[in-house]
C-alpha cells in the first residue's frame, strides 16, 4: 500500500521568512506528484504538478522539486505572506492522468504570522 | 473558473436521511471521476472510483450500499449517502481527469453534516 507522509503536520513562521514543507512517498514507481493548497472549509487548488521525469517546478514564489528515488519532494515557499496560511497537501499519482486516483498526505498546517 | 463543478457545498442533514452530492465536469467529458472523503486532522482518501455506464468500484472498507454512486453521463457523477449517521459527517470532494490534458481537477468539495 502507498503511502505519503508529511513533515511538518503544522508549523508557524513569521511572515517573510522563506521555507520548506516535506513529503516522502514509500512507492517511488509514481507517475506524477502535485501540491495542493487547502483554505479552511474549502476546496482544493493545485499549486504545482511534477511530472515523474521533472526534477523541479516553479510558480512565483513556490518551487517544488522531485527526487523520484528517494522518494521525496520539497515545497519550497520563498518570502512567506499572512495569505500563504492554509493546509498544504502532497498527493502522489501512480498511473497517467491520475487514473487510479490520487494518494494524499494528511498535509502541512502553515500559519504565517504578520 | 471552475472546470468541476461539486454541489451543494454544505449540507445538514437529518440521522437517517439521506443526501446526494453531484460532481459535474464542465468543460470536458469524464469517463471516470472520484470521490474522496477527509475527516478532520486527517488525508484526504480514496473512497470509490465512478465508471460512466458500469458499476462503481470502491475502496477497501468502504461501504458500497451506504455510499452509492451513479454516473449517469460523462459529465455527471453523484454520491448518495444513505441512512446518514453523525459520523459520516466529513468534507467529501470529487475528481475527474481530463485525459486530453493529462490533468485531473478536483470539485470545491462539500462539507456534509449529519445532526
Known amino acids: 500500500k502507498q503511502e505519503v507522509t508529511q513533515i511538518p503536520a503544522a508549523l508557524s513562521v513569521p511572515e517573510g521568512e522563506n521555507l520548506v514543507l516535506n513529503c516522502s512517498f514509500t512507492?517511488?514507481?509514481?507517475?506524477?506528484l502535485q501540491w495542493f493548497r487547502q483554505d479552511p472549509g474549502k476546496g482544493l487548488t493545485s499549486l504545482l504538478l511534477?511530472?515523474?521525469?521533472?526534477r523541479e517546478q516553479t510558480s512565483g514564489r513556490l518551487n517544488a522539486s522531485l527526487d523520484k528515488s528517494s522518494g521525496r519532494s520539497t515545497l519550497y515557499i520563498a518570502a512567506s505572506q499572512p495569505g500563504d496560511s492554509a493546509t498544504y497537501l502532497c498527493?502522489?499519482?501512480?498511473?497517467?492522468?491520475?487514473?487510479?486516483?490520487?494518494?494524499f498526505g494528511k498535509g502541512t498546517h502553515l500559519i504565517i504570522q504578520p | 473558473g471552475a472546470v468541476v463543478s461539486q454541489h451543494p457545498s454544505r449540507v445538514i442533514c437529518k440521522s437517517g436521511t439521506s443526501v446526494k452530492i453531484e460532481c459535474r465536469s464542465l468543460d470536458f467529458q469524464a469517463t471516470t471521476m472520484f470521490w474522496y472523503r477527509q475527516f478532520p486532522k486527517k488525508s484526504l482518501m480514496l473512497m470509490a472510483t465512478s465508471n460512466e455506464g458500469s458499476k462503481a468500484t470502491y475502496e477497501q472498507g468502504v461501504e458500497k450500499d451506504k455510499f452509492l454512486i451513479n454516473h449517469a453521463s460523462l459529465t455527471l457523477s453523484t454520491l448518495t449517502v444513505t441512512s446518514a449517521h453523525p459520523e459520516d459527517s466529513s468534507f467529501y470532494i470529487c475528481?475527474?481527469?481530463?485525459?486530453?490534458?493529462?490533468?485531473?481537477?478536483f470539485g470545491e468539495g462539500s462539507w456534509l453534516t449529519v445532526v
Open positions: 475528481s475527474a481527469p481530463d485525459r486530453s490534458e493529462n490533468t485531473i481537477y
Open positions: 498527493a502522489v499519482a501512480y498511473s497517467g492522468g491520475g487514473a487510479d486516483g490520487l494518494t
Open positions: 511534477i511530472q515523474s521525469s521533472q
Open positions: 512507492d517511488s514507481a509514481i507517475y506524477n
